[in-house]
């Protein structure tokens, strides 16, 4: 099928046509393919040995208080290490204490009661920075806790990697990085990263597949908009509600007081007069009285 008469075909074609890899919905996407994941992961951790064996994507984690994180790309190799991968297009996204908490949940979901935590898997939190985040236009940076008296590496075998996605050196890590950038995969330069995109921009099923995405995308879009929608009209009816009795009861209580100095022996007037009144509150009193 031509990419006219998939244009013509697809709604979401023109839209599908600008996605980039550094867009965390076509990455996850493209990179369940486990040769696209062990080539990103050999590249960044320079090893052409490693072997990918399993890959999740948009894999949702939760923590003993039910909180949740919904992580891009979650890869296991053939010794039982995990490697969380995620792309970050902006600089909030990717704090430390974000890739720390990444790193924790990994640990969480991974062990259960009773296994020895020295069998704790070797874990990676991989973050690709569409920014360069430390500014030190290094293509990589590396960050494993120390011993700090020592000068020692702690082995506690947790890593965490920032990528720079604005590094474009003349090494695999800038050729990646460029590929990341590409909306068209004729411009890509890693034909294994190339041919997976093209297969999702260019040909029947693989547009139907991003249709179908984009289209439960846009569903969970609107019925997040529906339901903020109904917690702000609860919201404000609790509002309401609390402001409506706040006056009610005020109103109430005035009344009681006024009858109470009336009972004493003083004029309405003198009454009006001493609590200082409103015209509203004295039309309400002397409604009720």
């Known amino acids: 099928m031509s990419q006219a008469e998939l244009r013509h075909k697809y709604r979401y074609y023109d839209q599908i046509q600008q996605f980039r890899l550094i867009d965390d919905t076509f990455m996850s996407v493209v990179f369940q393919d486990v040769n696209c994941t062990q080539f990103l992961v050999r590249t960044i951790l320079q090893d052409d040995d490693l072997t990918v064996t399993k890959v999740e994507t948009q894999n949702s984690l939760k923590n003993l208080r039910g909180r949740s994180v919904r992580l891009d790309i979650t890869a296991h190799d053939e010794t039982g290490k995990i490697y969380n991968i995620e792309v970050q297009r902006k600089d909030t996204g990717a704090l430390p204490k974000r890739a720390r908490y990444n790193s924790a949940m990994l640990d969480a979901n991974v062990t259960k009661p009773g296994d020895d935590l020295e069998n704790l898997p070797e874990t990676y939190v991989i973050f690709i920075t569409e920014n360069d985040y430390f500014r030190k236009k290094l293509p990589l940076y590396h960050v494993d806790r120390t011993i700090r008296e ?9 890593h965490i990697i920032y990528v720079n996605g604005q590094y474009r050196g003349n090494d695999p890590i800038g050729s990646v990085m460029h590929d990341f950038f590409c909306a068209d995969p004729k411009d890509m330069s890693n034909e294994i990263l190339a041919a997976e995109v093209a297969r999702y921009k260019e040909t029947d099923k693989g547009v139907s597949c991003m249709c179908r995405i984009m289209e439960k995308l846009t569903n969970e879009s609107r019925e997040e908009g529906r339901a903020e929608g109904r917690a702000e009209g609860r919201a404000e009816g609790r509002a309401e509600g609390r402001a409506e009795g706040r006056a009610e009861g005020r109103l109430n209580t ?11 022996g003083m004029s309405f007037d003198e ?4 609590l200082e009144l409103s015209k509203d509150d004295i039309k309400f009193v002397q409604d009720n009285l």
Request: glycine share 0%; charged share 35%; no cysteine.
């Open 254 to 264: 005035l009344l009681e007081n006024v009858k109470k100095l009336i009972a004493r």
């Open 150 to 158: 020592l000068s020692e590496q702690f082995q506690d075998e947790a």
């Open 271 to 274: 009454v009006a007069d001493t």
